[in-house]
């Protein structure tokens, strides 16, 4: 199993990024994939999730309306397109998969990291 992120970086506030997350050795189609993410000193919190078919999404409050979370069960990725970004954006960010129906088989990547700074 396999999950990989990438589209982490450096950006100003206010601009965007896209993480996607690529993964292999499980089937895409029955998991449930969410983003979290762990800033220094801070437990991880959950950013967005969506569910295996796509057809049902979740952010969190403080990046409503800014983040998006989208999958393609044909290439197994799922994404996170992040704008207007801000300081308090700033952590790792992490991939996880869920099975929809065994809830402890979860999957998780190895983050990619995302700071906001000016």
């Known amino acids: 199993v396999q999950l990989v992120e990438s589209g982490g970086g450096l950006v100003q506030p206010g601009g965007s990024l896209r993480l996607s997350c690529s993964t292999s050795?499980?089937?895409?189609?029955?998991?449930?994939m969410s983003w979290y993410r762990q800033a220094p000193g801070t437990e991880r919190e959950l950013v967005a999730r969506?569910?295996?078919?796509?057809?049902?999404?979740n952010v969190a409050d403080s990046v409503k309306g800014r983040f998006t979370i989208s999958r393609d069960n044909a290439k197994n990725t799922v994404y996170l397109q992040m704008n207007s970004l801000k300081p308090e954006d700033t952590a790792v960010y992490y991939c996880?998969?869920?099975?929809?129906?065994?809830?402890?088989?979860?999957?998780w990547g190895q983050g990619t990291r995302v700071t906001v700074s000016s």
């Open positions: 996880q998969a869920q099975h929809l129906l065994v809830t402890t088989r979860t999957y």
């Open positions: 050795g499980f089937t895409f189609s029955t998991y449930h």
């Open positions: 969506i569910s295996s078919t796509g057809g049902s999404t």
